[in-house]
């Protein structure tokens, strides 16, 4: 049988370049690129509770002893720098993803680690290339996961891996998962620069998450879905320093 599609992925080419500040940008070398993999892979909790959901998915693939090998195979083959996953189950990280991503010269660091129960049973889970980055520190909040690793030049990049509100209509909830995060890395962990990935459950070029990560606030009339958002914020500067 013919393998089907796996799950929509984004990478981040090794030619994109991270934006790094003018006065960290001497000594910079030629390699600098960072190239970032991310992928939902889909818990098996929700996938039990929303059957009728994913009703469209072969049933081998709905089974993780099948589906997981395949995400490794494509994190293989991406070969990234930093690998940010969303809807990690903390068996799975233990048993899957963490030993075998450290085989292939990954560390990793998990979401609310220290939390793990029956209804905490998942979370977002972020790797990087141990001969590239060190960790500095982590940091978890509701839905999202900042990571700050610091490179072999001691350029410090920050990683906010997210899994924001699923609901539609919760919108404001989506951005003060995404200010809560972000204000604490500000406050309390300088960096060079910042990247903000996951899965936002939202439209980015059309959403309150969107303009809040364009502009630092929400403006009046922005639609989300198609329905008028209102999201009374505090202007707030998401720029790395």
């Known amino acids: 049988m013919s393998r089907p ?10 030619s994109s370049k991270l934006v ?24 098996d909790t929700f996938l039990m509770k929303n059957v009728r959901e994913y009703a469209h998915i072969p049933h081998e693939w709905k089974v993780w002893d099948r589906r997981c090998p395949a995400i490794l195979d494509e ?34 660091a ?18 990087w290339k141990r001969d590239k980055f060190e960790l500095v520190v982590n940091s978890s909040r509701s839905r999202a996961m900042t990571v700050v690793l610091k490179d072999q030049v001691h350029r410090v990049l920050a990683v906010c891996n ?25 406050m309390k962990h300088s ?20 303009a809040y990560l364009s502009f630092g606030s929400c403006p009046p009339g922005l639609l989300e879905w198609g329905e008028s958002v209102h999201v009374e914020l505090r202007p707030f500067s998401v720029l790395s320093r």
């Open 5 to 14: 599609q796996t799950p929509v992925h984004n990478i981040v080419p090794r």
């Open 20 to 43: 790094v500040p003018s006065s960290s940008i001497e000594s910079c070398p030629t390699d600098s690129d960072v190239s970032i993999f991310c992928w939902n892979v889909l818990a």
């Open 75 to 108: 994190i293989e083959s991406a070969d990234a720098d930093i690998v940010c996953l969303q809807e990690v189950e903390f068996k799975a990280f233990d048993q899957d993803f963490k030993p075998k991503l450290a085989a292939l010269g990954y560390s990793a």
């Open 110 to 127: 998990m979401q609310s680690d220290n939390k793990r129960s029956q209804k905490h049973s998942s979370g977002v889970a972020t790797f």
């Open 162 to 186: 997210v899994h924001l509100e699923g609901h539609p209509m919760l919108s404001t909830a989506r951005v003060k998962q995404l200010q809560n995060s972000l204000r604490e890395l500000a």
């Open 191 to 210: 960096h060079n620069a910042l990247v903000v990935v996951g899965d936002f459950n939202c439209q980015m070029r059309s959403s309150a998450c969107g």
